[in-house]
């Protein structure tokens, strides 16, 4: 069993930055997977960016790449999400996920969801 506790969501403006962390207990992280999820009002959980247990590989949506970074601290047992230049569309929860699948991009492969961290992007 793995608990994943996410921290350090926020209210910034537009084209500010926030680093998210999803700090582990229970289990190491690395013998996982890791992505980062979010979901806005009346919307479906929608990928954001993953990462190989190595750190060696990396995945993000579209609308994320260039501005957002994934990485991650095996020894802190910790994934983080760097966001830069945020967008007011960026708005969400968001989910940290541990999955033992190679395939990032979809919820179904993720075992483990912490409880999420609110993201506040004011135009």
């Known amino acids: 069993q793995v608990q994943l506790i996410e921290s350090g969501g926020g209210l910034v403006q537009a084209g500010g930055s926030l680093r998210l962390s999803c700090a582990a207990s229970?289990?190491?992280?690395?013998?996982?997977?890791m992505g980062w999820f979010r979901q806005a009002p009346g919307k479906e959980r929608e990928f954001v960016a993953g990462i190989s247990w190595s750190g060696v590989a990396t995945y993000y949506v579209d609308s994320v790449k260039g501005r957002f970074t994934i990485a991650r601290d095996n020894a802190k047992n910790t994934v983080y999400l760097q966001m830069n230049n945020l967008k007011p569309e960026d708005t969400s929860v968001y989910f940290c996920?541990?999955?033992?699948?190679?395939?990032?991009?979809?919820?179904?492969?993720?075992?483990?969801w912490g409880q999420g961290t609110q993201v506040t992007v004011s135009a």
């Open positions: 996920a541990a999955s033992n699948s190679s395939i990032y991009y979809s919820s179904v492969y993720y075992l483990y």
């Open positions: 229970g289990d190491t992280l690395r013998s996982y997977g």
